[in-house]
């Protein structure tokens, strides 16, 4: 089971994701489900190979944590990485802060430990800022619609916590608060 390290969303702020959460499970995308075991987040790092590292990297996360301050995240609506099957997101408007806590993660993370492998399509150059809320759907299309037409846009949004879970089912190893 891989590790990710992610940006997790605020109470009661991430009630506004999961409220879409329920809109798309209500419309039939069961793929969404899944989203459930864990709070509405941003992932900043995949770690698919690091079984025995999850002290030493909890570590090297609390570091990073230490130095960021809490992030203001707006999210100006839904986007698709393209499948098949797709996947149906949020894209937050990628601030300077984002983008410098994602880049001084990836870099603290390639000195701490060499050797970790990275998920290439979380790597700066490849990163793209997403809220996740259907992994798996036939009909992006449809899920699109749903999450329009349910919400008030942009979403504003709080972030405070850096965490390292183990992905699935979902397992906070640990949480650390930013700042």
Known sequence: MPLAITLRIDDPDAASVTAIWETLLAGGMEATRRN?????????????????????????????????????????????????????YLAPVPRRELLDLHQDLDAT?????????????YLPGAFVPHVTLCEATEDPAAAISAVL?????????????????????????ASFAMG
């Open 36 to 88: 459930f075991a864990y709070a509405p987040h941003l992932t900043l790092a995949i770690l698919p190979d690091a079984p025995d590292e999850e002290d030493a990297i909890a570590d090297t996360l609390a570091g990073v944590a230490g130095h960021c301050a809490p992030l203001a995240l707006t999210l100006s609506g839904p986007g698709i990485f393209p499948g098949p099957p797709a996947v149906v």
């Open 109 to 121: 993370l390639a000195a701490r430990h060499p050797g970790l492998a990275r998920a290439g399509h």
């Open 149 to 173: 037409a349910g919400s008030a846009w942009p979403l504003r949004l709080r972030a405070s916590r850096l965490e390292l879970v183990r992905f699935h089912p979902a397992r906070v190893v």
